[in-house]
C-alpha cells in the first residue's frame, strides 16, 4: 500500500469489487430500520404525492412497503422531505445517499476524517492564541504601544469573518475538497510568511490573510464531516470541539524562542497539517455536491468508496438513484447551476428561513437568547484570551512580570483547560443537570473568575485563577457548540447556526476595538467588560425554555 495517495484521483465504482449488494439482500442498519418502522406505524397516505408513485405502497402490506424495497425507500425519503421546501430530484437522491451512509454506518473512514477535520478546530483556536503570544514581541520589535499593537488580533479577526463567508459558500461551487485542503495551506503558507514580517502594518496583513484561511476551517468542515456521518453518529460533530483547547496548548508550548520562531513553528505545523490531508489521506468529494454537478456517477463511487474503506456493503446504486428522483440524463433539476448554489446559500438568511425560528413564543425566545449568548461570549472571549499573556505580563504596575513565568503561566493554563469539553460531553447528560445547567453553571463561574483575575497581581495567584477559568471556559463552549444546533428546527438548523456564528464573529472583531480604547484609560477594563459580558450570558442562559437532554432534535 503507497504512503502516498493521488490526491486528484477520481473514484469509479469498478475500483469497488463486491461493495455493492442488492437493496433486496441488503441488512439494512438497525437504527434506519428503526425509523422506517416508526414511519411506517404513523404512515398517513396524505404525506405522499401518488402521483409520483408507479405503484403507491399499501401501508398495511409488509412486502410493498418493506425497508428493502424501493417503494419503502421512496416513501421514507418523501416524509423526510416533507418539512424542507426542497423536492427537486437533487434533493430526492441526497436523500438517498444519505440512507446508504446512515447503512453503511460509523467505520475508519468517518473517523480518520475526525481526526483531519479536528486540524480544523485545533487551527483555529492555535492562531488566536498565537496571536495573543505575538503582541508583546511586536511591541518590542516595531514600537506600537501596548494598546495600540492589539489592532493586530482586529486584523486578524477581520481576515477570520471573510474567510467564515467566502469559504461556507465557496465549497458549495469549488467544491468541499478543495475548500478542505485550501483553508489550512493558506493558514500554512501566510503563517511561515508572518514569521519574516518586516513591519509592525506588513506583519498585521500577514496575519489577516492567515485569518482567511484559518476562517473557513469552522464552516468548511463541519459541513464536509457531517455530510459523511451517518444519522446514528450525528452527534460526533459537537465532538470535534475536544480540538479546540489542543490549539491553545500546541500555542503555549511553542512559543521560547521570541515571537518569529513561534509563527515559524505554528505555520510549518499548519502545513504539516494540510499534508496529512492532502498527501495521507484519500478524501472523497462530497457526493452531495457531486450530484449538484450532475456527477452521479461519481457520487455513487464516493459511497461505494467510504463502504469499501469501512469494510462494509451498500445497496447504493445509479438505478436505485434513478427509480427515486429520476434519470440523470432526462431530469435536468438534478444538476444546479453556480447561480442557485449561492442562491441557496443566501436563502438561508432570508426572511423565509429565519421566520420559522420565531414560529411559536417559546421557540422565538430560545432563538433572541441564544444569538444573545454567542454575541456576548464572542466578545467576552477575545477580550482576556487574546491579550491574557499582556495581562500577565504587565500586572504589576512597579516591576513587569519575567517573560519565563508569563509563559510557564500560560503554558499551564492550557494544558488544565483541555479536559473542559470532555467534562462538558459527560456532564450535559447528568440527571437535573443537563445542557442548560452545564451551560449555565459553566457561564458563571467563569464570569465571576475573570473578575477574580484582577484582585491580586501575584503570579500564583493569577495562575490559579486562569487555570480555573480556562477549564470551564471549555465546558461552557463545548456545551455551546453541541447546544446550539440542538434546539432549532431541523429545516432551519443552518439559518439558526450560521446566523449564531457570524454574530460571534462580528463580536471578536470588535473585541479588539474595545480593548484598545478602554485600556488607554483603565487597563483592567477590558477584563471588566469580558467577565460583564460573561454575566450577561449567564442571566440570558437561565431563561432558557429549551432543554434538549434525553430527547430528539426538533
Not at 518569529?260 to 490531508?277: D, E, I, K, Q, S
Not at 461519481?298 to 434519470?327: C, F, M, P, Q, R
Not at 432551519?492 to 485600556?519: D, E, M, Q, W
Not at 460583564?532 to 450570558?537: C, E, N, Y
Amino acid at each position: 500500500m503507497p504512503i502516498f495517495i493521488n490526491p486528484f484521483k477520481k473514484a469509479d465504482v469498478s475500483d469497488f469489487e463486491g461493495v455493492y449488494v442488492p437493496l433486496a439482500n441488503f441488512q439494512r442498519h438497525h437504527t434506519a430500520v428503526a425509523i422506517h418502522e416508526d414511519q411506517k406505524n404513523s404512515l398517513n397516505k396524505d404525506h405522499f404525492d401518488e402521483k409520483k408513485l408507479e405503484s403507491p405502497p399499501d401501508p398495511g402490506s409488509s412486502n410493498s412497503y418493506s425497508a428493502n424495497t424501493i417503494e419503502g425507500l421512496r416513501a421514507e425519503i418523501e416524509l423526510d422531505l416533507a418539512a424542507s421546501g426542497h423536492d427537486s430530484a437533487y434533493d430526492l437522491k441526497s436523500k438517498v445517499i444519505n440512507k446508504a451512509i446512515t447503512d453503511i454506518g460509523m467505520g475508519t473512514y468517518q473517523w480518520q476524517l475526525f481526526v483531519l477535520c479536528g486540524f480544523g478546530w485545533l487551527a483555529d483556536n492555535m492562531w488566536l492564541q498565537g496571536v495573543a503570544l505575538t503582541l508583546p514581541g511586536l511591541t518590542s520589535e516595531f514600537g506600537p504601544s501596548e494598546t495600540n499593537v492589539r489592532y493586530t488580533t482586529c486584523a486578524t479577526f477581520i481576515g477570520l469573518c471573510l474567510g467564515a463567508s467566502f469559504w461556507g459558500v465557496a465549497s458549495d461551487v469549488i467544491g468541499r475538497r478543495l475548500a478542505f485542503n485550501a483553508t489550512l495551506f493558506l493558514a500554512g503558507v501566510f503563517g511561515l510568511a508572518v514569521g519574516g514580517g518586516n513591519t509592525w502594518v506588513g506583519t498585521c496583513a500577514l496575519f489577516a490573510c492567515v485569518g482567511v484561511g484559518v476562517g473557513g476551517n469552522l464552516p468548511v468542515d463541519g459541513a464536509l464531516f457531517l455530510e459523511f456521518l451517518p444519522f446514528a453518529s450525528s452527534g460526533l460533530l459537537t465532538a470535534l470541539s475536544v480540538w479546540w483547547p489542543v490549539g491553545q496548548l500546541i500555542s503555549s508550548m511553542a512559543d521560547n524562542m521570541g515571537w518569529r520562531y513561534l509563527n515559524l513553528t505554528l505555520g510549518a505545523f499548519t502545513f504539516v497539517m494540510f499534508m496529512c490531508r492532502f498527501f495521507l489521506f484519500h478524501l472523497y468529494e462530497s457526493p452531495k455536491f457531486l450530484l449538484s454537478q450532475g456527477r452521479q456517477a461519481e457520487a455513487v463511487a464516493t459511497v461505494h468508496g467510504i463502504a469499501y474503506k469501512n469494510g462494509k456493503t451498500t445497496w447504493l446504486s445509479e438505478d436505485v438513484l434513478n427509480e427515486i428522483g429520476g434519470l440523470a440524463i432526462v431530469e435536468d433539476k438534478q444538476k444546479l447551476s453556480r447561480k442557485e448554489i449561492v442562491s441557496r446559500n443566501l436563502n438561508k438568511f432570508s426572511t423565509e428561513r429565519i421566520a420559522p425560528l420565531f414560529a411559536t413564543r417559546k421557540l422565538g425566545l430560545m432563538t433572541i437568547l441564544i444569538w444573545f449568548c454567542w454575541t456576548t461570549i464572542g466578545m467576552g472571549y477575545p477580550l482576556f484570551n487574546a491579550f491574557l499573556p499582556q495581562y500577565l505580563a504587565n500586572s504589576n504596575a512597579e516591576q513587569p512580570t519575567a517573560p519565563s513565568i508569563v509563559y510557564r503561566n500560560y503554558a499551564i493554563t492550557s494544558v488544565v483547560g483541555v479536559p473542559g469539553s470532555i467534562l462538558a460531553a459527560y456532564t450535559v447528560n447528568v440527571k437535573y443537570l443537563g445542557r442548560k445547567g452545564t451551560i449555565a453553571i459553566s457561564t458563571l463561574i467563569t464570569g465571576i473568575l475573570v473578575f477574580c483575575f484582577t484582585i491580586s497581581a501575584d503570579p500564583d495567584f493569577q495562575l490559579v485563577f486562569t487555570c480555573l477559568e480556562a477549564l470551564f471556559q471549555n465546558i461552557m463552549y463545548g456545551v455551546l457548540y453541541a447546544y446550539t444546533p440542538e434546539v432549532f428546527p431541523a429545516p432551519n438548523r443552518g439559518t439558526g447556526t450560521g446566523i449564531a456564528s457570524c454574530l460571534n464573529r462580528i463580536a471578536g472583531l470588535c473585541a479588539p476595538i474595545v480593548a484598545v480604547n478602554a485600556g488607554q484609560a483603565n487597563p483592567k477594563a477590558p477584563i471588566y467588560a469580558c467577565g460583564g459580558l460573561f454575566l450577561a450570558a449567564f442571566v440570558a442562559m437561565c431563561f432558557f425554555p429549551i432543554e434538549t437532554r434525553d430527547r430528539q432534535s426538533l
